[in-house]
């Protein structure tokens, strides 16, 4: 469904996912690979899992990556606008193909809003480092 939203948009995209029904997904795999792919300022990624939660926590360990759960259309909306984010992650247990395709194209529409608290925020983010890592 995303594949085909994407087509009717025209974009450009890599299918980065499992493309199997039946063999074993872990969750964190997929993750790394989209994360690892997004490498300039305008590239995006999607990943969808049951809640959104697992792919979300995953994700945010890459650095640079800013992923958000999305839901509706406001946390889809806030999450570009106020974070910037770069990872939609989908919880599939809880979006009907009818507000999927709103969700994405709200998400890939809506730009950053560029406040300053914002651009705070996230150098503040970008700035925090694990006590495990040093």
């Known amino acids: ?20 029904d039946s063999a074993p997904s872990d969750y964190p ?4 690979k989209v994360g690892q792919s997004i490498l300039g300022p305008t590239d ?6 049951y809640t959104g939660t697992g792919m979300c926590i995953a994700a945010n360990k890459i650095k640079g ?5 999305v839901w509706n259309l ?11 984010s770069n990872v939609l992650c989908l919880p ?10 709103k969700i994405l194209n709200l998400w890939l529409e809506t730009k950053f ?11 503040k983010i970008n700035k925090i480092e694990s006590k495990k890592s040093k």
């Open 92 to 101: 599939a247990k809880f979006i009907t193909n009818t507000n999927l395709e």
């Open 74 to 84: 406001f946390t889809a909306k806030r999450s570009r606008e106020d974070n910037d």
């Open 44 to 49: 995006r990624g999607v990943l969808v899992c």
């Open 1 to 20: 469904k995303i594949k085909a939203i994407l087509d009717k948009k025209h974009l450009d995209y890599q299918d980065l996912g499992t493309n199997s």
């Open 65 to 69: 990556i800013r992923a958000s759960v």
């Open 113 to 123: 809003s560029g406040q300053e608290r914002h651009i705070r925020r996230l150098n």
């Open 29 to 32: 795999d997929f993750a790394q």
